[in-house]
């Protein structure tokens, strides 16, 4: 149980486009996802709590208009990269917390995103 | 976010002896933490968590021991094997500040020589 998928696993996408990420919970319900960024051989780097039918909640220096968020029913969230440019090129991983769950969260196997 | 980070970045063992990894936290506030596993390419694999309320856990191969006087926490593997080869990351969460969101530390790749 607690399978959270990504789609697509990789993307390659042209400057000045843009692109989604889905994150699904395949067998639960998730009130909240997290959406995280990971450039090579560094860590996970929060970017954004996405909360069910409201807005989502972005970290200090993360750019709203640039990342978008909508987390509109409990098994899905996507996050859309507006504008991409070649410095958004990272590794794109989410991660879902169930209803009722107070800490546990399972985590996306990724999305690979690179702007050429 | 709050800083968490490790003390060695690379660390390289002999197949079957023991491995320890370790992290250190800068909140004092941080109340649960999480030890997980990433292999090249994927999410982070949950290996074991600790409340505040306990200074060790214990699973299947691996202990987490909690020192919050000084914020550091530590991840021990016994008898490692090739299959833990990966990286590992501490994760920390402020339950009363943020709602339980999850700040990662710097990670620590752990190479097992066969």
């Known amino acids: 149980g607690a399978v959270v998928s990504q789609h697509p696993s990789w993307v390659i996408c042209k400057s000045g486009t843009s692109v989604k990420i889905e994150c699904r919970s395949l067998d639960f319900q998730a009130t909240t996802m997290f959406w995280y960024r990971q450039f090579p051989k560094q860590s996970l780097m929060l970017m954004a709590t996405?909360?069910?039918?409201?807005?989502?909640?972005?970290e200090q220096g993360v750019e709203k208009d640039k990342f978008l968020i909508n987390h509109a029913s409990l098994t899905l969230s996507t996050l859309t990269v507006t504008s991409a440019h070649p410095e958004d090129s990272s590794f794109y991983i989410c991660?879902?917390?169930?209803?009722?769950?107070?800490?546990?969260?399972?985590f996306g196997p990724g999305t690979r995103l690179t702007v050429t | 976010g709050e800083s968490v980070g490790l003390h060695l970045p690379t660390l390289s063992v002999q197949e079957g002896d023991n491995s320890i990894i370790n992290c250190a936290y800068s909140?004092?506030?941080?109340?649960?933490f999480i030890w997980y596993k990433q292999e090249s390419g994927k999410g982070p694999q949950f290996i074991i968590d600790?409340?505040?309320?306990?200074d060790k856990r214990q699973g299947q191969r691996v202990t987490v021991l909690l020192n919050k006087t000084v914020k550091h926490l530590s991840l021990q593997i016994a008898a490692t094997q090739p299959g833990d080869s990966a990286v590992y990351f501490c994760a920390e969460s402020a339950h009363r500040y943020n709602f339980n969101k999850f700040y990662f530390g710097s990670g620590t790749k752990l190479n097992v020589k066969p």
């Open positions: 991660s879902a917390r169930g209803v009722g769950s107070a800490y546990e969260q399972y």
């Open positions: 600790i409340r505040s309320n306990m």
């Open positions: 909140n004092s506030a941080s109340d649960y």
């Open positions: 996405s909360n069910e039918g409201s807005k989502a909640t972005y």
